[in-house]
């Protein structure tokens, strides 16, 4: 029992009280995300009757506006600080969520994509740079684990809820779920006052806008590889729930578990990882992230090509929790390695090109998926794993490159 103890004691993260507040803000608010993402491309394709292309070209919609909106808010979070933006962000992806019953026609349907898009592509680089702003250099790795539990808790949960409440055969329940996640992006909002705006630092020499970041050529190789684990992991991810449902005949309450299993999986797994990945090569420890996608998505194929309904939606349940896992050491590596690579008075437009990276992904990977999914559904999985696979390598070979400093993880 002391040995227990000791052990969760050594979880704590030892972060301070605005960092939990926002966090506990970012758990209401990815609760709604999980209640309503899940089940978008459901709701376009079986109820609004959208083909599986069109479908996933409004999900690469929404990335698609972000990839225009996070370099866009980068200079005015390194001017007015990132409380605000957020603020901002939230209150547009509300609007988008809760127009979201009125789609009748496709043009509709990128009309509100567009509207969430942007919320998305002002909320990460300004809560990045506030999450930074808040935590010293040395305990960014723990801040940025933690805020990948509060959002993987949050979207766990509203999965859970969310397959309990969608069903094809009543288009009103996915009404309650886009009106609750908007909700959900209020409720942040309102926790955002109890969190301090961190004073933007003063730069002893003019900044130098993007043409400086786009010279830091470690840090666009960073970007570049985000992009693929993004669009090859976890924007397939976001297409199992259709293609469990379609090819494998999976109810929306197994595919409310997919999602349940998955965020879990990360939540459990995540301080430990965190702690775990302290005084090692950063590296190392994220090139496991891709190659536990890999196998996830090897998984996935194996249960799609020999079973059906509850018994593949068991193996798809198993997929999501090793993509949980291989999930946990993104933050505490990739997250915190571009904190620490970006200059005080660069750190919103470092942050924006970070999550151009995940808008971009999310633009490429539900494009090609959807794609995929209309033509040969069971051809996705492979070819998502082999690039998966393949970018082991280059994220290896990176790690030279890197300035000795931010080679291993802070511990």
């Known amino acids: 029992m002391g040995r227990l103890d000791s052990y969760l004691r050594g979880l704590d993260p030892f972060l301070s009280r605005p960092v939990w507040i926002l966090e506990v803000g970012t758990l209401v608010n990815f609760f709604g995300s999980g209640l309503a993402y899940p089940f978008l491309l459901i709701y376009l394709h079986n109820v609004r009757g959208f083909g599986l292309g069109t479908a996933g070209l409004v999900a690469a919609a929404i990335g698609a506006v972000g990839v225009v909106a996070g370099p866009v808010v980068g200079p005015v979070i390194d001017r007015v600080g990132g409380r605000s933006t957020v603020a901002a962000a939230l209150a547009i992806s509300a609007v988008g969520y809760s127009l979201l019953p009125l789609v009748r026609q496709p043009w509709e349907a990128f009309l509100f994509a567009g509207a969430i898009g942007l919320g998305t592509g002002i909320f990460w680089p300004s809560t990045s740079a506030l999450l930074v702003g808040l935590t010293p250099a040395r305990k960014r790795h723990t801040a940025f684990a933690l805020q990948r539990v509060a959002v993987n808790a949050g979207i766990g949960l509203g999965g859970l809820a969310g397959g309990l409440i969608a069903t094809t055969s009543n288009a009103t329940s996915f009404t309650v779920l886009f009106l609750a996640d908007a909700a959900t992006y209020l409720a942040m909002i309102a926790v955002l006052p109890f969190v301090p705006d961190p004073e933007i630092e003063a730069s002893a020499e003019p900044p130098g806008g993007y043409a400086r970041v786009l010279r830091d050529r470690v840090f666009v190789s960073i970007v570049g590889l985000n992009v693929l684990f993004i669009a090859f992991g976890y924007a397939q991810l976001e297409l199992l729930p259709v293609f469990a449902k379609n090819h494998n005949g999976v109810s929306e309450r197994w595919i409310g578990l997919i999602f349940f299993s998955n965020t879990m999986a990360l939540v459990l797994a995540q301080l ?60 505490p590596t990739q997250g915190a390695l571009v904190a620490d690579l970006a200059p005080p008075a660069l750190r919103g437009r470092y942050m924006a090109l970070s999550s151009v990276s995940w808008e971009l992904g999310y633009v490429i990977g539900p494009a090609l998926g959807g794609l995929v999914l209309s033509t040969e559904p069971l051809a996705l999985w492979p070819i998502a794993a082999a690039v998966c696979a393949l970018s082991v390598a280059p994220v290896l070979a990176l790690e030279r490159r890197l300035p000795a400093d931010v080679r291993l993880t802070p511990g």
């Open 272 to 331: 430990p990882v965190a702690r775990l990945v302290e005084g090692r090569r950063r590296m190392r420890a994220l090139a496991l992230m891709p190659a536990g996608f890999a196998l996830a998505w090897l998984v996935v194929l194996l249960g799609a090509l020999w079973l059906e309904r509850s018994a593949a939606a068991l193996v798809f349940v198993g997929a999501s929790a090793v993509f949980g896992l291989a999930t946990c050491v993104h933050g």
